[in-house]
């Protein structure tokens, strides 16, 4: 696992597979919630070791959002016209 933290050991982001630019290698013990409960500065690497920011507060004014863009919706409709395009090739084959 690799972290990436700012200059006051707040992490910032963090992937398991593969590399994070400036990221640095963590190999130590992981909170059972970091990964459910991540935030960029809820979490810090103090003494090598991943603790909860004490100090974090969320930010408000950051976009949660759990509204579909019209982009995702787009590629919803097209994914969902394909796979029946799909069904109905693969019912007309097996009645041949």
């Known amino acids: 696992m690799q972290v990436k933290t700012d200059g006051e050991g707040l ?3 963090y992937v398991t ?3 994070i ?3 640095i290698d963590y190999s130590g013990s992981i909170p059972d919630e970091f990964s459910t409960d991540f935030m960029p500065g809820k979490w810090r690497l103090d003494n090598g070791n991943i603790v909860k920011n004490a100090s974090y507060t969320p930010d408000l004014d950051a976009d949660t959002s759990t509204e579909a863009t019209s982009q995702q919706t787009f ?9 029946e395009l799909k069904a109905a090739n693969s019912s007309k084959s097996e009645a041949s």
């Open 11 to 13: 992490i910032t982001g």
């Open 17 to 19: 597979i593969g590399g």
């Open 21 to 23: 630019e400036n990221g």
């Open 75 to 83: 590629n919803a409709n097209i994914l969902l016209q394909l796979a």
